[in-house]
């Protein structure tokens, strides 16, 4: 039992916690709260975090590839003249030709137009936007060649082959072998 004296007595009840060792856990509670607060903002290595880690961020590029080197179930690199003589490995089905008109309603027809004669919305920006309904298009380009020009891009026309798969832009080619200048 504790001896209280009277004016204590007239104070109330004895407190639980005398004030001094209040103060003191305050402290103690403060110190902790910025070690913590220390950390956090070091990262030390053992914490990594999601955030911190090697991962590609939202709204950040992919990472590029070692220079000179493919992914393992990449595509193997061919220039124009390499790629001319590759067969279609895509049947010439409606599928195949629904799939590539798909391609080019999305990918193409903005500029090529949407029958391909070279009228596409954004084609006077351009000094000359090809017919692929030419003849020479036609008649004269393998489908190894549109198959190269469509991954490759040209001089102003951009390239595709990071866009599409190999089938889509083999059914791409099918498709715009489809073209024809209207009489
Ligand atoms: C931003 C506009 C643009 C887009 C999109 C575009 N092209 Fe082109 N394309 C051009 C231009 C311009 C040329 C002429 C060569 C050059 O300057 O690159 C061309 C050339 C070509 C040629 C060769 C024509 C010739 O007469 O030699 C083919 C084939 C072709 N494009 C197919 C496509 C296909 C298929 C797509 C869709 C994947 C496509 N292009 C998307 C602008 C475009």
């Known amino acids: 039992m504790t001896l209280r004296s009277p004016e204590s007595a007239a104070r109330g009840p004895a ?37 911190t880690g090697p991962v590609v961020l939202p709204q950040v590029d992919p990472r590029v590839p070692v220079e000179d ?5 990449g595509d193997r690199q061919r220039d124009r ?7 279609n490995p895509v049947p010439d089905t409606p599928a195949v030709l629904a799939e590539g008109k798909w391609m080019y309603d999305v990918y193409c027809a903005m500029c090529h137009g949407p029958e391909g004669l070279g009228d596409g919305q954004i084609a006077g920006h351009y000094p000359r936007m090809p017919s692929l309904a030419a003849r020479h298009v036609q008649n004269n380009y393998t489908d190894g060649w549109i198959f190269s020009i469509i991954g490759d891009g040209g001089f102003r026309m951009p390239p595709f082959a990071h866009s599409m798969s190999a089938d889509e832009r083999w059914a791409l080619v099918r498709y715009v072998k489809t073209f024809t200048t209207p009489e």
């Not at 407190?15 to 910025?34: C, H, I």
């Not at 080197?69 to 179930?73: K, L, P, Q």
């Not at 003249?81 to 067969?87: H, K, M, Q, T």
């Open 69 to 73: 080197t493919i992914a393992v179930d």
């Open 15 to 51: 407190r639980r916690f005398p004030t001094r060792r209040r103060s003191a856990r305050g402290a103690l509670a403060a110190v902790l709260v910025a070690a913590a607060g220390a950390v956090a903002l070091a990262q030390p290595a053992f914490m990594r975090n999601m955030y």
């Open 81 to 87: 003249l390499e790629s001319r003589d590759l067969p």
